[in-house]
């Protein structure tokens, strides 16, 4: 009964005069959040990731620049997300193997379901197959 990876639309209101506001809120978010913080200035050629969490839920959103997400869930499916408008986020469920790369101005906001646990990873892709 795992969760499949998700685009979740945050829409927007307002308009090109005044700019826009986008909201995350309980309606949007698969879980409670209970930690954001946000990655900036990664490389082109760096691709972040290659982890997996046994607990770890979390909605990734490209704040500014382009974030291309690959997720491999635990079943094995494959999916490819392109997140470059502040008004989209990705719910990516717990067990997923995920990688990522990013444009040199992207800013990657993400809403965690859990307190950060180090023993929550699995870093090593032999273990995530198991
Ligand atoms: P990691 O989650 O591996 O980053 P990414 O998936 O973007 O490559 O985290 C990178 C490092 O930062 C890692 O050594 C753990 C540390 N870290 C914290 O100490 N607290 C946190 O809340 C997070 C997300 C990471």
């Not at 995350?24 to 913080?37: C, D, G, H, M």
Request: proline fraction near 5%.
């Amino acid at each position: 009964n795992y969760k499949k990876p998700t685009l979740i639309d945050f829409s927007r209101t307002g308009d090109r005069s005044t700019g826009y506001i986008s909201i995350a809120e309980k309606e949007k978010l698969p879980f409670v959040p209970k930690r954001i913080y946000w990655t900036y200035f990664t490389p082109e050629d760096v691709v972040r990731g290659f982890h997996s969490h046994h607990n770890l839920e979390q909605v990734l959103i490209a704040m500014a620049g382009k974030i291309t997400l690959n997720i491999e869930t635990n079943d094995g499916e494959l999916f490819e997300f392109i997140l470059d408008s502040p008004d989209k986020g990705v719910y990516i469920p717990k067990q997923c193997w995920r990688t990522m790369k990013y444009s040199h101005n992207a800013v990657q906001m993400c809403i965690a379901s859990m307190e950060y646990d180090e023993s929550d990873y699995i870093r090593d892709y032999s273990l995530f197959k198991k």
